[in-house]
Nanobody, 124 residues
């Protein structure tokens, strides 16, 4: 029963903003690292951002650095991804998942639990 539920996706124009939510169901986020991932049609899944609930360490992919902000609310058991200055290339299904390790190069390892995803479409 342990899983995530993502929400907040939708259609937005370039330059617009969206805030995605990832709520854990059946477990709490204590001591977890939570990552946001995305997959666009015809492209491989990529890690977007992560946050550690133990030490607060945050990582962003170079493609979103300066535009996206990840945060966590332990009262609501929810991780957020604030996405600003959205570009068409941000169009993808966005997922959240637990992460065992964020490597020095930014590669994520050990994604054990996933949500179903939420679709973000950036189009004029």
């Amino acid at each position: 029963q342990e899983q995530f539920v993502e929400s907040g996706g939708g259609l937005v124009q370039p330059g617009g903003s969206l805030r995605l939510s990832c709520t854990a169901s059946g477990f709490t986020l204590d001591y977890y690292t939570i990552g946001w991932f995305r997959q666009a049609p015809g492209k491989e899944r990529e890690g977007v951002s992560s946050i550690s609930n133990s030490d607060g360490k945050i990582h962003y992919a170079d493609s979103v650095k300066g535009r996206f902000t990840i945060s966590i609310d332990n009262v609501k058991n929810t991780v957020y991804l604030q996405m600003n200055s959205l570009k068409p290339e941000d169009t993808a299904v966005y997922y959240c998942a637990t992460v065992e390790l964020v490597g020095a190069t930014g590669i994520y390892y050990g994604m054990d639990f996933w949500g179903k995803g939420t679709l973000v479409t950036v189009s004029p």
